[in-house]
């Protein structure tokens, strides 16, 4: 069993930048896959960044590639979300999961554990 738990939301100006952090209490990282996903009011949750569990592979949505980045802190136990050049619609609530099966890093289905979630609100 692994609790996550997100930090970093927040409210930011369009342009801006955010860092969320994920960290994991109970196991550690080093053996989950750890994704981000992101669901705005009405909307499906839907698919961010994530990363293997060997941190060897990563893989992002279209409509972050080159904007955000994913990185492990193996000492810290945390997963991060560096967000850059944030816009409106990046607003919602973002989801740190972890998963310790194989398989397609984009699936929501993949994942065993989910945090709470971070609010990230871009005002125009």
């Known amino acids: 069993q692994v609790q996550l738990v997100e930090s970093g939301g927040g409210l930011v100006q369009a342009g801006g930048s955010l860092r969320l952090s994920c960290a994991a209490s109970g196991r550690t990282f080093s053996s989950y896959a750890v994704g981000w996903f992101r669901q705005a009011p009405g909307k499906e949750r839907g698919f961010v960044a994530a990363?293997?569990?060997?941190?060897?592979?990563?893989s992002y949505a279209d409509s972050v590639k080159g904007l955000f980045g994913i990185s492990r802190d193996s000492a810290k136990n945390t997963v991060s979300l560096q967000m850059t050049s944030l816009e409106p619609d990046d607003t919602a609530v973002y989801y740190c999961a972890a998963s310790a099966k194989r398989g397609r890093l984009s699936y929501v289905g993949l994942y065993d554990y989910w945090g709470q979630g971070s609010q990230v609100t871009v005002s125009s």
């Open positions: 990363t293997s569990w060997s941190g060897g592979s990563t």
